[in-house]
C-alpha cells in the first residue's frame, strides 16, 4: 500500500492542479486526489470482506450440493422401502389364463400361487323387454293402461298411461323417475319406435317380468316382447359347479376375480396364479436407478469440473464417509441354504464405479427358480438387505443423521460469515469517513504552500 500511495502522491503533486474527490481547480496549488487515496488505503480492507465472500459463496454451493444429495439417499430410502415392504410387490400377484378370449382373471395379494381350471358353459344375461314398434315416440297412446315391472320376483315399477304420459317417450322417463332398478329408453329404426326396457342387474336376481300393456288410441293392442332372459353364468372351477349372476366372477377362488367373455367348450381354460414378478422386476430396477444416481452424485464431489475446478464438497470428511458407507451396503451378503447370499446372486452386479447394474436373465432366473431365497435375501428383518440398507441410509440421511448435522455446520460458517462481513462492512465505512476526512486536510493544505510560499517571500525581502 505505501508504494500504491507513494504513485498516487507523486501523479498528485506534479498535475499542477487542485483534486478533491475527483475534481481540479487550476490556479491553486498542487493537491491530491482524495477518492484515489482513500480506495488505496482502503485496499487491504476491501480485501478481507472479498475473502470472506468468497468463502460465504464457498459455503452455499456446499450446501447445495449436500441438499441434493440428500434428496437423493431419501428417494433411495424411499425405493429400498417399497422393495422391503412385506405387504408390497413381493406380496403381489398375478393370474395368468390360458384363453384369454374366454376369460382373463386378477389377483390380489391375498390369492394363493397355484393352478385352477375352469370350464364356462353359459355366459350371465342381462334381461330386457321391448314393445310393439308405433309410429314415433311420440305418437299419442290410449290412456288408463297400467304397466308393472318386477326384476327377480320384485315389483320395481308401475305406471299408468294418463294425459301426461301418453307417449313412449314420456312412458320411459316415468318408468326412469321411479325407479334405478331398470332403464327404459325408446328405440327408432326403420319399422318405427319402440319402448326398450333393460334391467340393471344381470343374471336371475335382474330377470324382469312385464305385467300388463299397452294400446294405441284405436285401441290396438301394443305388446311388451322379452328381449332376453335374466338368467346366471354357469361354470366349473375345478369341478365344482358355480352360478353366478354376473360374468364377473369373484370369491370363488380366493383373491382371483375372473372375468367372463365366452364359453369354453370342450377345451377348460387354466389359470394360473403366481407371485408377479414383473412388479418385483420394476422395483428393484427402480431401486438400482435411485442408488445409482445417488452413488454417482457423491463420487462426482470428489472428481475436478471442468478446468480443473474442485467440487464443494470435496473435502468434506462427512462425504467421505458416507461414500464409504453406500459402497460397503451394496457388498450386503447373508449366509442362508437358499443360495442367496449377495446381490451378485440374484442378478445385481456392482461395477468398478460403484454403480448397479441389473442382468435381466439372471434376475429372472432368480425369481422363476428361487423365489423364496430372492424374498428372504431381501426382506427377512433385522437381517436382510433391505434392512441392512435401510438402516445406513437413515444414519446418513435420516433427522438428525450424518448428512442433517453436516448441513448445520454449513449453516452456521454461513451464519457466522455474514456476521463478519456485516461488521467489516461498517468498519469500512466508518474508515471511509476518517480517510476522506484526513486526505481532504492533506489536500487543502498542499492548495495552500504557493500561497504561503509567495508571503514568506515577501516577508523576506521586507527584512533584506
Do not use: C
Amino acid at each position: 500500500m505505501a508504494t500504491a500511495l507513494g504513485s498516487l502522491v507523486s501523479t498528485g503533486l506534479s498535475s499542477g492542479t487542485t483534486s478533491t474527490g475527483g475534481t481540479s481547480t487550476p490556479g491553486l496549488g498542487q493537491g491530491i486526489n482524495v477518492s484515489a487515496f482513500v480506495q488505496a488505503s482502503e485496499a487491504n480492507a476491501q480485501a478481507r470482506i472479498t475473502n470472506v465472500q468468497d468463502q460465504q459463496i464457498g459455503v452455499t454451493n456446499a450446501t447445495a450440493a449436500l441438499t441434493a444429495i440428500t434428496s437423493n439417499l431419501t428417494a433411495l430410502k424411499s425405493a429400498i422401502g417399497s422393495l422391503n415392504d412385506p405387504l408390497g410387490v413381493f406380496a403381489s400377484q398375478v393370474a395368468t389364463s390360458s384363453n384369454t378370449g374366454v376369460l382373463t382373471a386378477s389377483a390380489t395379494s391375498t390369492a394363493l400361487p397355484g393352478s385352477h381350471t375352469i370350464s364356462v358353459t353359459s355366459l350371465a344375461t342381462t334381461s330386457s323387454f321391448y314393445s310393439d314398434p308405433i309410429a314415433t315416440s311420440s305418437t299419442p297412446l290410449a290412456t288408463g293402461d297400467t304397466i308393472a315391472i318386477s326384476a327377480g320376483g320384485t315389483q320395481v315399477a308401475s305406471v299408468t298411461v294418463d294425459s301426461t304420459n301418453n307417449t313412449l317417450a314420456q312412458i320411459a322417463a316415468a318408468i326412469n323417475k321411479s325407479t334405478n332398478a331398470v332403464q327404459a329408453s325408446v328405440i327408432t329404426d326403420a319399422n318405427g319406435a319402440r319402448l326398450a326396457i333393460v334391467s340393471a342387474a344381470s343374471g336371475a336376481p335382474g330377470n324382469l317380468t312385464i305385467t300388463g300393456g299397452l294400446h294405441d288410441t284405436s285401441n290396438n293392442p301394443i305388446n311388451l316382447n322379452q328381449g332376453v332372459a335374466g338368467v346366471n353364468a354357469v361354470l366349473k372351477v375345478d369341478g365344482v359347479p358355480i352360478s353366478s349372476a354376473t360374468n364377473t366372477v369373484s370369491g370363488v377362488i380366493a383373491g382371483v376375480t375372473l372375468s367372463l367373455a365366452g364359453a369354453t367348450g370342450g377345451t377348460p381354460v387354466s389359470v394360473a396364479v403366481a407371485p408377479n414378478t414383473t412388479s418385483i422386476t420394476t422395483a428393484i430396477n427402480l431401486f438400482v436407478s435411485a442408488y445409482n444416481t445417488a452413488i454417482t452424485a457423491v463420487n462426482g464431489q470428489f472428481q475436478l469440473a471442468a478446468g480443473g475446478v474442485a467440487p464443494p464438497l470435496q473435502t468434506d470428511p462427512t462425504l467421505t464417509d458416507v461414500q464409504s458407507q453406500l459402497l460397503n451396503a451394496t457388498n450386503f451378503t447373508v449366509t442362508n441354504g437358499s443360495g442367496t447370499t449377495s446381490l451378485a446372486s440374484i442378478g445385481i452386479n456392482t461395477n468398478q464405479d460403484g454403480t448397479l447394474t441389473v442382468d435381466a436373465g439372471a434376475l429372472a432366473s432368480s425369481l422363476a427358480s428361487n423365489f423364496s431365497g430372492v424374498q428372504s435375501f431381501l426382506q427377512t428383518p433385522l437381517t436382510g438387505f433391505g434392512a441392512a440398507i435401510g438402516s445406513v441410509l437413515t444414519n446418513i440421511a435420516g433427522p438428525g443423521g450424518e448428512l442433517a448435522l453436516d448441513a448445520q455446520g454449513y449453516q452456521s460458517q454461513a451464519s457466522d460469515l455474514s456476521q463478519q462481513i456485516s461488521d467489516l462492512q461498517a468498519a469500512l465505512v466508518t474508515q471511509t469517513a476518517q480517510l476522506t476526512a484526513t486526505y481532504s486536510q492533506v489536500n487543502s493544505t498542499l492548495e495552500e504552500l504557493p500561497l504561503l510560499q509567495s508571503q514568506l517571500t515577501q516577508q523576506l525581502s521586507t527584512i533584506a
